[in-house]
């Protein structure tokens, strides 16, 4: 079994920063994929950015040039930097463990407010 538990949400002014973090505790194997996600309200959840254990990222269009993944393996941690943040990233950021198709785990949530 796997727990994942995010931090670093909150408030920030249209332009400013935040950084995410997700520890992942239980087994967890270097094929596991890990990445963050977001939900706006009224609208599905979507993908932001995964990275593998090797650090290779992938990021939605919305996103690229403004956040970062990375991924400490040694910790169990993935972070995700947002830089230039805009209201339109107001959203439930949750973390994402993927292990196989049919095998994932959800964090509970951290909440992004993007505001002036």
């Known amino acids: 079994q796997v727990q994942l538990v995010e931090s670093g949400g909150g408030l920030v002014q249209p332009g400013g920063s935040l950084r995410l973090s997700c520890v992942a505790s239980?087994?967890?194997?270097?094929?596991?994929?890990m990445g963050w996600y977001r939900q706006a309200p009224g609208k599905q959840r979507e993908l932001v950015a995964t990275i593998t254990s090797r650090g290779s990222g992938d990021y939605a269009d919305s996103v690229k040039g403004r956040f970062t993944i990375s991924r400490d393996n040694a910790k169990n941690t993935v972070y995700l930097q947002m830089n230039s943040l805009r209201p339109e990233d107001t959203a439930v950021y949750y973390c994402?463990?993927?292990?196989?198709?049919?095998?994932?785990?959800w964090g509970q949530g951290t909440q992004v407010t993007v505001s002036s």
């Open positions: 994402k463990l993927q292990r196989s198709i049919t095998t994932y785990y």
């Open positions: 239980g087994t967890i194997f270097s094929f596991d994929i």
